[in-house]
């Protein structure tokens, strides 16, 4: 068997991988927003933050479950009335 139908096996029979913690940097991407924005979440309690030594994760869950705590549109818009 070629390398390359190994790799397009692979490619063909592989599980998308879901990280279990992301980085601040991470986050910054994964919601479009800054590094002062992320702190002032995690501050603000909002967002659930780890430390591994000097490092700051945070876990796939508490990142599902920030996303999920924000406001719809529709709600921002029916408290503006």
């Known amino acids: 068997m070629s390398k390359s139908t190994t790799t397009a096996q692979q490619k063909a029979g592989a599980i998308e991988r879901v990280p279990l913690t992301h980085t601040i940097l991470d986050v910054m991407q994964e919601l479009n927003c800054g590094r002062t924005k992320v702190y ?42």
């Open 40 to 81: 002032a979440e995690i501050r603000a309690g909002a967002l659930e933050a780890r430390k591994i030594g000097r490092r700051t994760i945070i876990t796939n869950e508490a990142l599902k479950r920030y996303v999920a705590s924000l406001p719809t549109i529709y709600q921002l818009i029916s408290e503006d009335d």
